[in-house]
């Protein structure tokens, strides 16, 4: 069974850094490219980075791009968002998503979600 837990949000102050946890089970983690995604309050769903199999090519929104830091540990099975100069735009439920290929690509599929991490920027 395909399990994804995130950890690692909470309330910061805006400036401040924050880095988010994807635990990894259930499948070969190494093989897959994967993604954060977050929705805002009252928002849709917007993605933000993503990572590919293996050694892992990243790719940003330019909405984070220069703040956000993406990686991961295969040895681990375990995937990282580092959050850096926080905005108070960047409140949202933080998602984990495993797509179904190797290459991130515009249209890749993805077909796991973990449960989400709240994070909330706020003075």
């Known amino acids: 069974e395909v399990q994804l837990v995130e950890s690692g949000g909470g309330l910061v102050q805006p400036g401040e850094s924050l880095r988010l946890s994807c635990a990894a089970a259930g499948f070969t983690f190494s093989n897959y490219a994967m993604s954060w995604v977050r929705q805002a309050p009252g928002k849709g769903l917007e993605w933000i980075s993503g990572?590919?199999?293996?050694?892992?090519?990243?790719s940003y929104a330019d909405s984070v791009k220069g703040r956000f830091t993406m990686s991961r540990d295969n040895a681990d099975n375990t995937l990282f968002l580092q959050l850096n100069s926080v905005k108070p735009e960047d409140t949202a439920v933080y998602y984990c998503v495993k797509i179904q290929t190797a290459i991130l690509a515009g249209d890749s599929p993805c077909d796991y979600w973990g449960q989400g991490t709240q994070v909330t920027v706020s003075s």
């Open positions: 990572i590919n199999a293996g050694r892992g090519r990243t």
